[in-house]
Structure formats: structure tokens, C-alpha cells
């Protein structure tokens, strides 16, 4: 039997992130051998995740970040089954150097981030390695980006709601950036203003402001008219710089835009949530 060393022990944990007793067991299973005990530990991995392939993962965090010079945003969604996992800080870390490895290769979508290295092996290889260690489903299943002359993130407390927001100029007032990044992940605007919106979306709430007119006992001619007034409403309520902003009700987004630079825009927003 191989002798395990605590420097052995170490040098496993921070390439697997597995707990110092998973490695001792693994180094001691493997007679010494690291490589062996990488394996070993991977193997567990895909074990476990054969076991709970058919468990809800619907906990997790939601993280997002911006590159050093603000002109690209990444966001990424890492699932777990249990809200003590997602609260927990390793599994916090394990998803964050993820994001990093985002943020350093510029993937496209999430396919493209799953097959990025790390540690020897894929990302997607890696949440399943790593659900050996934590020992419950894990499932990376979001990931999307924003490049734009200034790009915003934030994340609300608790990691469960993360926004990204791209905006025509850099230069100006952080704090207005950070404003209308915290604005799109209150009030969850469906587009940045009413060209943006899908027609899909505009024929429907066309179609449930008629059905409301109707129920009411509104005159069948009138329901058009109706509708239209409706739909100017879901307008004011939900695209971004038509919106009332969070911090000053007395003016709306685009206003305070506006009044801050007159050729200043946003370009784009990217939100995620997770249970709340």
C-alpha cells in the first residue's frame, strides 16, 4: 500500500473538487496512482448521475459577469436539486469558474461551453464529475451572452435572478448603468421598447384585450378600440424605456436616459430566474 501524503491529498482535491476524504479514498483505491484516482473519482461521477438522471434539478444559481474592458457579458445557469447545495459555497465556486472559463474563451451558445476544457476534461464532463462529489443531480442549463459598447451585469442577492444589459456608449455614469441593469430584473420588461416586441406577442395581447372587452359586455364594435388602449398599457408596463423607473416614478426609463445623455441607448437585456 502506497503512502498517501496530506500534499497528495491536496494536490487531487483542487483538480476534482472533491472533499479531502473522497481523494484519501480514491489515492488509496488507486495505490497511490494520481491519474488512476482522477479516474476513479470521474467514475463516480457518471455513477451517481446514472442513479439521479431522473430527478428535478430546479434550485441552483444564476450568475453573470462582464470581460474587463464592459463590451461582453456572459450568463450562465447551473442547476442543482436542493436549494442547501446551491446555497453552498463550493458548489458557488465550481460554478463560477465555469463562468470564467466563459469569459476567457467566448463561447456562442451552451453546447459550445460544454466542450470547452477544464481540468483535463470538458465542462460538461466536469458537472457530471461533480455530481459525484456533491451527490445529487447538477445540470448546467443555461448559458447566453450580450456584446455591446458597455455591457452590464448584476445579480441579486441570493443568486437566483441575474440580468446582463448592453448599452450603446460607454463613458458614462456607472451608477446609471447599474440602474437600468437593477430596473430590467425588477420589472422584467418583455423588450427594450415597442419596436422590439414580437408580433406574436402583440397579436396576443390584442386577442385578451378583445376577450376581456367581450366579457365585460363591451359593443362588438368597440372592441378593436379597446384592445388598442389595452395593448398602449402592456407598452407602458413592459418595454424597458417605456417603463416607470424603479427609483423615480415621476419619469420613465427612456426619460432618465434621456437626461443623463441624450444619444445614450440600450441596446439589448439578457434576464434568468430561478424560483422566486
Excluded: W
Excluded at 122 to 134: D, L
Excluded at 168 to 193: H, R, T
Excluded at 226 to 253: M, W
Amino acid at each position: 500500500m502506497a503512502t498517501i501524503s496530506a500534499a497528495d491529498v491536496a494536490k487531487l482535491r483542487r483538480v476534482t473538487l472533491a472533499g479531502m476524504m473522497d481523494c484519501k479514498k480514491a489515492l488509496e483505491e488507486a495505490d497511490g496512482n494520481f491519474d488512476k484516482a482522477i479516474e476513479i473519482i470521474r467514475k463516480k461521477g457518471q455513477a451517481v448521475a446514472n442513479k439521479r438522471a431522473d430527478r428535478e434539478a430546479t434550485e441552483g444559481v444564476v450568475l453573470a459577469r462582464v470581460s474587463s474592458d464592459c463590451k461582453k457579458g456572459y450568463m450562465i445557469v447551473l442547476n442543482s436539486e436542493s436549494d442547501f447545495v446551491a446555497k453552498n459555497a463550493e458548489f458557488i465556486g465550481f460554478a463560477n469558474k465555469i463562468l470564467d472559463i466563459a469569459l476567457a474563451s467566448g463561447p456562442s451558445n451552451l453546447e459550445e461551453l460544454k466542450a470547452l476544457p477544464m481540468d483535463g476534461v470538458t465542462v460538461g464532463e466536469k458537472v457530471i464529475e461533480y455530481i459525484g462529489i456533491i451527490g445529487e443531480k447538477l445540470d448546467l442549463s443555461y448559458f447566453d451572452k450580450i456584446d455591446a459598447q458597455h455591457v452590464q451585469a448584476y445579480i441579486h442577492p441570493g443568486n437566483k435572478l441575474a440580468t446582463l444589459v448592453g448599452f450603446s456608449k460607454a463613458g458614462a455614469d456607472l451608477q446609471l448603468y447599474k440602474d437600468i441593469a437593477m430596473q430590467v430584473a425588477a420589472m422584467n420588461p418583455v423588450a427594450v421598447d415597442k419596436a422590439d416586441v414580437p408580433q406574436t406577442v402583440i397579436d396576443q395581447e390584442l386577442e385578451i384585450g378583445r376577450e376581456q372587452a367581450r366579457r365585460e359586455g363591451k359593443p362588438e364594435a368597440m372592441l378593436g378600440k379597446i384592445a388598442e388602449g389595452k395593448l398602449a398599457r402592456f407598452y407602458k408596463d413592459s418595454t424597458l424605456i417605456n417603463q416607470d423607473f424603479i427609483k423615480d416614478n415621476k419619469q420613465t426609463v427612456g426619460q432618465y436616459l434621456k437626461s443623463a445623455d441624450s444619444t445614450l441607448k440600450v441596446t439589448g437585456f439578457k434576464r434568468y430566474t430561478l424560483n422566486i
